[in-house]
């Protein structure tokens, strides 16, 4: 009795934790490929296989600030991104390079405005070359000044924390 109320409860914590698969996708209508990341709990693991199992976990998010992964395993390392901006919000959103085990402020790396991201140059966060263009659960690349739309790149399966989204496309 006690092995069945155990294995009922482990089972029940699996199916409870929230993680998100990013898939590569590919062409103008986003065709789906093999799984590039996953997100859980905090964490943005490499995807080891076509469904998305746990690789390596190469990023560590809390609020605001993404850190490189120490290990494997996802202990927090050094700095590597912090967003200004409201995150929930759809307003500008700006993602700056950080550095350091308390994620001191270096140059910019991303621009968001509503669902166009930009390259950002500078310490100012100078608007740069169109880079992607977020359309519901796809990511595209973008082009010109107005971020036209052009081949899908990422393709999101469940629900995704902005500030795990951005650390991805930073890396693109």
């Not at 739309?149 to 951005?166: C, N, R, T, W």
Request: aromatic share 10%; glycine share 12%; with cysteine.
């Amino acid at each position: 009795m006690r092995t069945i109320l155990l294995l009922a409860l482990l089972i029940s914590s699996a199916c409870a934790a929230q993680t998100t698969v990013v898939y590569w996708a590919y062409g103008p209508f986003a065709t789906q490929g093999d799984a590039a990341f996953v997100v859980d709990r905090g964490r943005i693991y490499q995807a080891a296989g076509q469904l998305g199992q746990k690789g390596p976990c190469v990023f560590v998010f809390e609020g605001q600030e993404a850190y490189h992964s120490a290990d494997a395993f996802g202990r927090k390392g050094q700095g590597a991104y912090r967003a200004e901006g409201e995150l929930e919000g759809t307003s500008k959103i700006d993602l700056f390079r950080c550095q350091g085990s308390f994620c001191s402020k270096s140059g910019c790396a991303l621009i968001i405005e509503g669902n166009k991201v930009f390259r950002g140059e500078g310490s100012f966060c100078n608007k740069g070359d169109a880079a992607f263009l977020i359309e519901g659960n796809t990511v595209f690349l973008a082009e010109g000044p107005f971020a036209n739309k052009s081949d899908a790149i990422l393709h999101v399966e469940g629900p995704i924390p902005m500030m795990a989204l951005l650390t991805i496309l930073a890396g693109l």
